[in-house]
């Protein structure tokens, strides 16, 4: 009993309106941008008002003061960052409100003139970091407020694989903060035994000043592996709460999107289909790729000259033959939708497991025999869509327009048949859908 409980979750339906209302996420370019240009205005003003260019190298006794070697740690972290903090996205506004404000105290604590430049662009990293912060929560309220109204008793079992790599897709996180935990520990014992050293050492001749590169790795690695750890501390705590729910997702339009999410092309078969007599779908899609075993959304590709699915099946059958399978997938081009009604959206859709908007894009699971289950233990999470991103990726966006009216074979009303629209046939190629909507 317990097993089957742990199976078990509830099923979030959301309409095609519904979840196409759930808020995006701006695009992070521009607050990466604001806060890498503080860094480095901050930087180069802390430069100018300590007139950096006149300051002389520091004797070997004064460059082995902790303050020294703090301060001079914590300003070359400050360049490094300006220089590679691009990378760090919308996490920089974080990291450089930490690191000036470092700075800022350090500089204050010797009374140099740079201090207020160090302060204010740690004040205005501040600022940026917390607009950042308020900027994410309203898309995971909305995302609970809708799952809390929706939740009906639906229930499903979901399937070992979707669980398996949920579990994986977790714990990338937590093993690059583990990585990064490493690469600290070792520069920071690097930094210890070279400080220690050269304490006990007496002043070299060419009275060069204690530089230990390595302090500056250190603390970048430090400070990554404190935004790592909060990122992945705050998805597991985000996670407790969406691992409860399979949302059905209907189509495209909403704040994520993974492979097959949208099943309403054409140009593709359902596994049991290509067990129809004399179907050679099988064998084209290994011709293709020949390390093919299973298509990685759980569709067979068509071939073209295949007798059961073949271009000229689809044109050989007469209208009513055709109405009668026209939400099939294989009878429609690769670039036009399949006609669905209501309830085919939800029987044929995808689901989301765990789902959890920017945070968590949930793992896509698939209706099986038993319940839904990914297709794969190795299939990733669903990735984040931005405000500004189209609702199909450009990788992933039908190849072709509809064809001209040339070779057109004939047009099919598929309203006897309780569906919107109309097929329209060619003499080369597979059907097209034709509606008034978009
Ligand atoms: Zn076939």
Same mark, same amino acid.
């Given at each position: 009993?317990?097993?089957?409980?742990?199976?078990?979750?509830?099923?979030?339906?959301?309409?095609?309106?519904?979840?196409?209302?759930?808020?995006?996420?701006?695009?992070?370019?521009? %607050?990466?941008?604001? @806060?890498? &240009? $503080? !860094?480095?205005?901050? *930087?180069?003003? /802390?430069? =100018?008002?300590?007139?950096?260019?006149?300051?002389?190298?520091?004797?070997?006794?004064?460059?082995?003061?902790?303050?020294?070697?703090?301060?001079?740690?914590?300003?070359?972290?400050?360049?490094?960052?300006?220089?590679?903090?691009?990378?760090?996205?919308?996490?920089? %506004?974080?990291?450089? @409100?930490? &690191? $000036? !404000?470092?700075?800022? *105290?350090?500089? /204050?604590? =010797?009374?140099?003139?740079?201090?207020?430049?160090?302060?204010?662009?740690?004040?205005?990293?501040?600022?940026?970091?917390?607009?950042?912060?308020?900027?994410?929560?309203?898309?995971?309220?909305?995302?609970?407020?809708?799952?809390?109204?929706?939740?009906?008793?639906?229930?499903?079992?979901?399937?070992?694989?979707?669980?398996?790599?949920?579990?994986?897709?977790?714990?990338?996180?937590?093993?690059?903060?583990?990585?990064?935990?490493?690469?600290?520990?070792?520069?920071?014992?690097?930094?210890?035994?070279?400080?220690?050293?050269?304490?006990?050492?007496?002043?070299?001749?060419?009275?060069?000043?204690?530089?230990?590169?390595?302090?500056?790795?250190?603390?970048?690695?430090?400070?990554?592996?404190?935004?790592?750890?909060?990122?992945?501390?705050?998805?597991?705590?985000?996670?407790?709460?969406?691992?409860?729910?399979?949302?059905?997702?209907?189509?495209?339009?909403?704040?994520?999107?993974?492979?097959?999410?949208?099943?309403?092309?054409?140009?593709?078969?359902?596994?049991?289909?290509?067990?129809?007599?004399?179907?050679?779908?099988?064998?084209?899609?290994?011709?293709?790729?020949?390390?093919?075993?299973?298509?990685?959304?759980?569709?067979?590709?068509?071939?073209?000259?295949?007798?059961?699915?073949?271009?000229?099946?689809?044109?050989?059958?007469?209208?009513?033959?055709?109405?009668?399978?026209?939400?099939?997938?294989?009878?429609?081009?690769?670039?036009?939708?399949?006609?669905?009604?209501?309830?085919?959206?939800?029987?044929?859709?995808?689901?989301?497991?765990?789902?959890?908007?920017?945070?968590?894009?949930?793992?896509?699971?698939?209706?099986?025999?038993?319940?839904?289950?990914?297709?794969?233990?190795?299939?990733?999470?669903?990735?984040?869509?931005?405000?500004?991103?189209?609702?199909?990726?450009?990788?992933?966006?039908?190849?072709?327009?509809?064809?001209?009216?040339?070779?057109?074979?004939?047009?099919?009303?598929?309203?006897?048949?309780?569906?919107?629209?109309?097929?329209?046939?060619?003499?080369?190629?597979?059907?097209?859908?034709?509606?008034?909507?978009?």
């Amino acid at each position: 009993m317990q097993d089957v409980r742990h199976n078990v979750r509830e099923l979030i339906r959301p309409s095609k309106e519904e979840w196409a209302s759930l808020p995006r996420r701006r695009s992070g370019v521009r %607050p990466t941008l604001l @806060a890498w &240009l $503080l !860094g480095l205005l901050t *930087v180069g003003g /802390a430069f =100018v008002a300590d007139r950096g260019w006149e300051e002389t190298p520091l004797g070997w006794e004064e460059s082995l003061l902790p303050v020294n070697v703090f301060g001079g740690m914590v300003t070359n972290t400050s360049i490094l960052m300006v220089v590679l903090g691009w990378s760090l996205g919308r996490r920089l %506004p974080f990291a450089s @409100a930490a &690191l $000036l !404000g470092t700075c800022a *105290v350090a500089y /204050a604590s =010797v009374g140099a003139a740079s201090t207020t430049a160090w302060a204010a662009g740690a004040v205005l990293s501040a600022v940026l970091a917390t607009a950042e912060l308020v900027s994410s929560p309203p898309q995971l309220r909305e995302i609970r407020e809708l799952s809390a109204r929706l939740r009906d008793g639906m229930t499903t079992v979901v399937g070992e694989k979707a669980f398996l790599a949920e579990r994986r897709e977790l714990a990338l996180g937590w093993w690059v903060a583990f990585g990064l935990a490493c690469v600290s520990a070792a520069l920071w014992a690097w930094f210890a035994a070279d400080w220690t050293t050269a304490r006990a050492t007496t002043p070299p001749s060419d009275r060069e000043s204690f530089e230990p590169n390595e302090a500056v790795f250190a603390l970048a690695a430090t400070l990554l592996l404190a935004v790592f750890c909060g990122k992945a501390a705050h998805r597991w705590w985000v996670h407790r709460y969406a691992r409860q729910f399979v949302w059905i997702v209907p189509g495209s339009g909403g704040p994520v999107w993974a492979q097959g999410l949208d099943p309403s092309y054409g140009g593709k078969l359902e596994p049991k289909e290509s067990d129809a007599p004399g179907c050679t779908c099988d064998e084209e899609t290994e011709r293709r790729d020949p390390e093919y075993e299973e298509s990685p959304v759980g569709y067979v590709l068509l071939d073209d000259y295949c007798a059961a699915h073949g271009i000229d099946t689809v044109n050989a059958m007469n209208h009513d033959a055709f109405r009668a399978i026209a939400r099939s997938a294989w009878l429609w081009d690769e670039s036009s939708r399949v006609p669905q009604t209501k309830d085919d959206v939800i029987a044929s859709s995808t689901g989301l497991l765990a789902f959890a908007g920017h945070v968590f894009g949930g793992i896509p699971v698939k209706r099986d025999a038993r319940g839904m289950d990914a297709v794969d233990p190795s299939v990733g999470k669903a990735e984040e869509l931005k405000q500004s991103d189209q609702d199909i990726p450009a990788w992933n966006e039908p190849k072709f327009l509809p064809p001209t009216e040339q070779g057109i074979l004939d047009t099919i009303d598929l309203a006897p048949a309780g569906l919107t629209g109309t097929a329209v046939r060619y003499r080369h190629g597979r059907a097209w859908l034709r509606t008034d909507g978009p």
